[in-house]
């Protein structure tokens, strides 16, 4: 069975650093992508950053600049380094992989106050 678990959230002020990482059960992703979502309360999920096999990198707007997608295929693992963190930015962080479907992980709380 497939299993994605994130996990490096929690509270930090505004302006701080937090470093997310999602490790997937084997390999089945190293060569298909993965990424990050985020869900804060009464909002949709929103799609934050997603990395090809090959290192290819895309951000949402509103993150560009501050956070950085990586993989360690190796490690089977996705990060997210989030830099200068805003209040907006407070949500739960979904780690996700896709191989011919769409493969999610539990989520981790990131709480940015001010």
């Known amino acids: 069975q497939v299993q994605l678990v994130e996990s490096g959230g929690g509270l930090v002020q505004v302006g701080g650093s937090l470093r997310l990482s999602c490790v997937a059960s084997?390999?089945?992703?190293?060569?298909?992508?993965m990424g990050w979502y985020r869900q804060a309360p009464g909002r949709q999920r929103e799609w934050v950053a997603s990395i090809t096999s090959g290192g290819t990198t895309t951000y949402v707007d509103s993150v560009k600049g501050r956070f950085t997608i990586s993989r360690d295929n190796a490690k089977n693992t996705v990060y997210l380094t989030m830099n200068s963190l805003k209040p907006e930015d407070t949500a739960v962080y979904l780690c996700y992989g896709i191989r011919l479907r769409t493969y999610w992980g539990q989520g981790t709380q990131v709480t940015v106050s001010s």
């Open positions: 084997g390999s089945i992703f190293s060569n298909n992508p």
